[in-house]
């Protein structure tokens, strides 16, 4: 008997048990490197797969407020926002969200809103005229729609009110996928 297994057969005990246990060995590990390769494979196809990143930007933002009625509880204009676009259509509602603190509503063209909080902070004196107001901005992602749906940041700004009501501001807002 001159077969594959030849050798098993006719050698010592000992020396067949440790080379069938090595053949085991042998067998096992590479049934594991495959099995390991595969997880790898499998764990690359579900990471890989197209994620949408988040995207961070900052803008500039100028809004004219011309429908201000002074004791109104409520400022419209219009505006423009740096890398968002011109926007026809805004109102602030004052004290919305608590004292000192208004809610501003942007409508842009495609039907997005975008809504931020704005809280007074501060007063700058300027001459004789009615000085400026200090404020800082949120966004408000859950209440904002569309393309702004979910979008976080914050933000600085001043509100001229000699000029009726021009607000300038700025800061950074991050779009959600």
Request: charged share 10%.
């Amino acid at each position: 008997m001159n077969g594959p297994n030849w050798f098993l057969n006719n050698a010592e005990p000992t020396k067949a048990k440790t080379i069938e246990a090595n053949q085991t060995m042998n067998k096992l590990s590479t049934q594991r490197i495959a099995l390991a390769f595969a997880s790898l494979a499998v764990m690359l196809l579900v990471f890989a797969g197209p994620a949408m990143a988040s995207t961070t930007q900052t803008f500039q933002a100028t809004f004219v407020e011309i429908g201000f009625v002074p004791g109104s509880e409520y400022s419209c204009g219009s505006g423009t926002i740096s890398e968002l676009g011109h926007v026809a259509n805004e109102c602030v509602v004052f004290d919305a969200c608590g004292p000192n603190c208004e809610v501003r509503t942007i409508v842009f063209d495609d039907g997005s809103t975008l809504v931020i909080h704005e809280s007074i902070v501060g007063f700058i004196p300027h001459g004789n005229s009615p000085g400026l107001l200090q404020i800082t901005l949120a966004i408000d992602g859950a209440s904002s729609t569309g393309r702004f749906a979910g979008a976080t940041g914050d933000g600085i700004g001043v509100v001229n009110l000699a000029a009726n009501a021009v607000i300038i501001a700025s800061g950074t807002i991050t779009l959600q996928p």
